[in-house]
């Protein structure tokens, strides 16, 4: 049962074949086997699980149908569930009761799927690697020694390991699509807008955005159609009318333009995932598209834009978290400056310290116009060399990560090592693009992802790509041994 996918889960629901309560009983007990191999939940929420499914019963005997009712998923810990632990990933947050639903877990929950739980992530989302955890890092289910890619490894080595089908994630600026590569499975940035932010624990407002993670597109396509729309309470979500994803997989790839920026190919991609990237090229290029050379001169300049705006963000949005207002508050404090300083002390972990010191440096009035603004205007530079690519291509394609996972600890006392392997990802939060990354072949046993970018709002044409290939291709239903 572990092994449907959420496609065959609707089918199986809907022809009787067993009930949402079975299959929630059956993964339950699946993950307290396995996950202490992984670690890849904070919390289950079991009762609420068995609520859920049973609801989703009564309501499918009711005549009600749906893709996603009864559907058994879980969310990063950093969307708010109300009265559930939503800790983020730190010992700030670990007592944090949320007292309201985020509007991405109230539309699942309306549209019928069940929580399972909370996933890990990195503390407040900071991280490539899912090790600044506060409750410890996430093992890859692909090779327990190695990382399963960050921030959101915990969704991403449950759903890799079958612990259930398809997570939530969020991508500030890689997120959801480099720990999707690094366990073998499809994962979705949208576009910005596209999914509200109500209730998701701000790590950079202006680059954060959720969305899916499962193992094929067509899981991508349903878990993505109950995230998106609008909501009047975020002010940056876009009042733009959501198509209908699951009905936009069935079109031919002839004549679709493919762009591969030379760029991507520079040196510091692993010689051997270019092959598997050169591999999916071809295998597309077999079902009629067509590819293109492009340039992104400016992709050189991304990574330090990111690592000062991100941060700069980040020291303002983690504000908030004082040990008055929100957050672990220290014993015996002295005196108001004494309570802030040790709470924030304790609470936060080593890399969102560093972060916060970044970005306040980088705001601070001698430094904003030399960091901060220069930075904005590399994102709009950035932003421009896909405006100009798309006027000639219909997607781009590349390598979601210049290496396969490493292993646990390997870039520990090196934090920029870790920063730069988010070079093909932070583009698209940059510019604000849908990007997906999807299985591409393996390096040594360990997965390797091939990343499609395209224009606002064709999350469609991203998914219709990788299902067009998911259907030619058979990288995404390997399943790791031993789950
Ligand atoms: N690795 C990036 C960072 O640490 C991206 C994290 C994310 O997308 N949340 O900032």
Redesign the pocket.
């Known amino acids: 049962m572990h092994q449907m996918t959420l496609a065959e889960i609707a089918r199986g629901l809907a022809d009787k074949k067993f009930s949402s309560e079975e299959l929630t009983k059956v993964l339950l007990a699946r993950i307290t086997r396995l996950d202490p191999q992984l670690n890849s939940f904070i919390s289950l929420t079991e009762d609420l699980a068995i609520e859920q499914a049973k609801a989703a019963d009564a309501r499918r005997a009711n005549g009600e149908s749906g893709a996603l009712l009864g559907a058994p998923i879980a969310h990063k810990d950093l969307f708010c569930t109300q009265g559930i632990r939503t800790s983020c990933g730190s010992k700030m947050l670990d007592n944090f009761k949320a007292p309201y639903d985020a509007t991405v877990v109230a539309k699942l929950a309306a549209a019928g799927a069940v929580t399972l739980g909370k996933t890990n992530m ?1 503390e407040f ?4 690697a899912n090790e600044s955890s506060w409750y410890g890092a996430v093992k890859n289910p692909w090779n327990l020694e190695h990382v399963p890619g ?3 490894g915990g969704s991403a080595a449950a759903v890799a390991a079958r612990l259930l089908p398809a997570a939530t994630a ?7 699509r ?1 720990p999707a590569a690094f366990t073998n499975l499809t994962g979705l940035k949208p576009t910005y807008g596209r999914v509200s932010r109500w209730g998701m624990i701000a ?2 407002s202006s ?2 955005q959720g969305g899916p993670l499962a193992r094929t597109a067509e899981d991508c396509a349903i878990l993505l159609q109950g995230m998106a729309g609008f909501d009047p309470n975020d002010s940056t979500s876009i009042d733009e009318p959501v198509p209908d994803y699951s009905a936009s997989l069935g079109e031919s790839l002839q004549g679709l333009r493919i762009g591969v920026p030379k760029e991507y190919f520079s040196a510091g991609l692993d010689p051997r995932i270019a092959e598997l990237i050169q591999n999916s090229i071809q295998q597309l290029q077999k079902l009629g598209a067509v590819i293109k050379e492009i340039s992104l001169p400016n992709m050189q300049h991304a990574i330090p834009a ?2 000062v705006i ?1 941060p700069a963000e980040a020291s303002s949005n983690l504000s908030r978290f004082d040990g008055v207002r929100f957050g672990h508050r220290c014993e015996n404090p002295e005196n108001l400056i004494d309570l802030y300083k040790r709470s924030r002390g304790e609470g936060f972990g080593a890399e969102v310290q560093r972060r916060i010191m970044v970005g306040a440096y980088a705001l601070s009035a001698g430094y904003y116009d030399a960091y901060y603004l220069k930075a904005q205007k590399i994102r709009r530079l950035v932003k421009n060399d896909f405006m100009a690519a798309f006027n000639e291509v219909d997607i781009i394609l590349g390598p979601t990560t210049p290496n396969p996972a490493w292993k646990l600890g390997a870039k520990n006392s090196d934090p920029v090592a ?2 730069l ?2 070079v093909y ?2 583009t698209a ?1 940059l510019a604000g693009l849908p990007g997906l990354s999807m299985p591409a072949g393996f390096v040594d046993g360990l997965p390797v992802g091939v990343q499609l970018l395209a224009p606002y709002f064709q999350e469609g044409r991203l998914l219709n790509v990788a299902h067009q290939y998911q259907l030619n291709t058979d990288w995404h239903t390997r399943t790791p041994t031993g789950f």
């Open positions: 990195d989302a900071m991280g490539s960050g921030s959101s969020t991508d500030t600026g890689g997120s959801i480099q790590y950079a680059l954060d990111y690592y991100a870790a920063y392997e988010d990802t932070i939060n």
